[in-house]
């Protein structure tokens, strides 16, 4: 995965735009219904929209642009009014299809890495996280707060958004991106990262303890994973926001546990004896029938 910084805009409607791949349109209903196209968004919008929370694409991009007409005063620490900020996450073209809550899940980490959304502040600035686009998450945000102030960005903002974006492959899952792979050509002013995998070093005989505990479907973090997953399900049945929420993070710690296994299936690997090469006698050089006549003349 890679996670591109686009340059900030003083309205919302281009990064829309391009999140969706298409021009935003007034007839064109998006919702944040499960499995609808905005996944995420910052947490005080459902005070301020019907319950469908069903609107025209150009009305997102107003209401994301609405707090810079609220507070025409508010900018930035270098005076700059371009509040909106507008970050895209592309997956390896590898990597498998990512479900709803999975994007959700991503949306709401990168709110929360580049500090656009403090949990428990509810003066926040507005957010959503649109996954409009096979493969790619666009987090789009106006950085003035409700309060009228301006949302500080972390100082090393590029840094923090590397070590959140290894921290989602690893907890999904993901194929390592190497650059060139997984952005469209561009100039990008966001981190970029290829996680390099690891290679056998060493040999033990916890290999095979290992191994048993790392069982896919037989061992004992397997069990675990499938009780948490049934679990999951059944919360899922129900209706309310909570046991939503608990289905959602019963299904994370799920994947997280699956993570577990396939870690504890590589340090094996690498604690595996490697295979005894076969050896080959060296090949003596062969000189040819022609070269030894050249040599004695």
Same mark, same amino acid.
Do not use: K
């Given at each position: 995965?890679?996670?591109k910084?686009?340059?900030?805009?003083?309205?919302?409607?281009?990064?829309?735009?391009?999140?969706?791949?298409?021009?935003?349109?007034?007839?064109?209903?998006?919702?944040?219904?499960?499995?609808?196209?905005?996944?995420?968004?910052?947490n005080?919008?459902?005070?301020?929209?019907?319950?469908?929370?069903?609107?025209?694409?150009?009305?997102?991009?107003?209401?994301?642009?609405?707090?810079?007409?609220e507070?025409?005063?508010?900018?930035?620490?270098?005076?700059?009014?371009?509040?909106?900020?507008?970050i895209t996450a592309?997956?390896?073209?590898?990597?498998?299809?990512l479900?709803?809550?999975?994007?959700?899940?991503?949306?709401?980490?990168?709110?929360?890495?580049?500090?656009?959304?403090?949990?428990?502040?509810?003066?926040?600035?507005?957010?959503?996280?649109?996954?409009?686009q096979?493969?790619?998450?666009?987090?789009?945000?106006?950085?003035?707060?409700?309060?009228?102030?301006?949302?500080?960005?972390?100082?090393?903002?590029?840094?923090?958004?590397?070590?959140?974006?290894?921290?989602?492959?690893?907890?999904?899952?993901?194929?390592?991106?190497?650059?060139?792979?997984?952005?469209?050509?561009?100039?990008?002013?966001?981190?970029?990262?290829?996680?390099?995998?690891?290679?056998?070093?060493?040999?033990?005989?916890?290999?095979?303890?290992?191994?048993?505990?790392?069982? $896919? @479907?037989? /061992?004992?973090? !397997?069990?675990?994973? #499938?009780?948490?997953?049934?679990?999951?399900?059944? =919360?899922? %049945? +129900?209706?309310?926001?909570?046991?939503?929420?608990?289905?959602?993070?019963?299904?994370?710690?799920?994947?997280?546990?699956?993570?577990?296994? $396939? @870690?504890? /299936?590589?340090? !094996?690997?690498?604690? #595996?004896p490697?295979?005894?090469?076969?050896?080959? =006698?060296? %090949? +003596?050089?062969?000189?040819?029938?022609?070269?030894?006549?050249?040599?004695?003349?």
């Open positions: 995965m890679i996670i910084v686009h340059s900030r805009d003083v309205t919302a409607g281009e990064a829309l735009a391009e999140a969706l791949g298409r021009e935003i349109r007034v007839e064109e209903g998006l919702t944040t219904e499960p499995g609808s196209t905005v996944v995420a968004h910052w005080q919008l459902d005070h301020r929209t019907d319950d469908d929370r069903i609107w025209e694409s150009a009305s997102w991009a107003d209401h994301l642009a609405d707090p810079s007409l507070h025409p005063l508010a900018s930035g620490p270098d005076g700059d009014r371009r509040a909106i900020l507008h592309y997956l390896h073209p590898l990597n498998r299809e479900t709803h809550a999975e994007w959700q899940e991503m949306g709401y980490r990168l709110a929360r890495a580049a500090g656009i959304a403090p949990p428990g502040d509810d003066a926040a600035c507005r957010w959503i996280a649109v996954q409009g096979p493969g790619r998450l666009d987090l789009i945000a106006n950085l003035i707060r409700a309060d009228g102030t301006w949302s500080a960005l972390p100082h090393r903002l590029a840094q923090t958004l590397l070590t959140e974006q290894q921290r989602l492959a690893a907890d999904l899952l993901l194929h390592p991106s190497p650059l060139q792979d997984a952005v469209p050509p561009g100039p990008s002013t966001g981190p970029a990262v290829a996680l390099s995998p690891r290679v056998p070093t060493a040999t033990s005989p916890l290999a095979g303890i290992l191994r048993q505990l790392a069982a $896919e @479907q037989s /061992g004992p973090v !397997a069990a675990v994973r #499938q009780l948490v997953e049934e679990v999951g399900r059944q =919360a899922a %049945a +129900l209706s309310g926001d909570q046991t939503n929420a608990a289905a959602r993070d019963l299904f994370w710690a799920a994947r997280r546990l699956y993570g577990l296994q $396939e @870690q504890l /299936g590589e340090i !094996a690997s690498r604690l #595996q490697p295979a005894a090469a076969a050896s080959v =006698a060296p %090949a +003596l050089p062969v000189q040819a029938p022609g070269a030894s006549r050249a040599t004695g003349r």
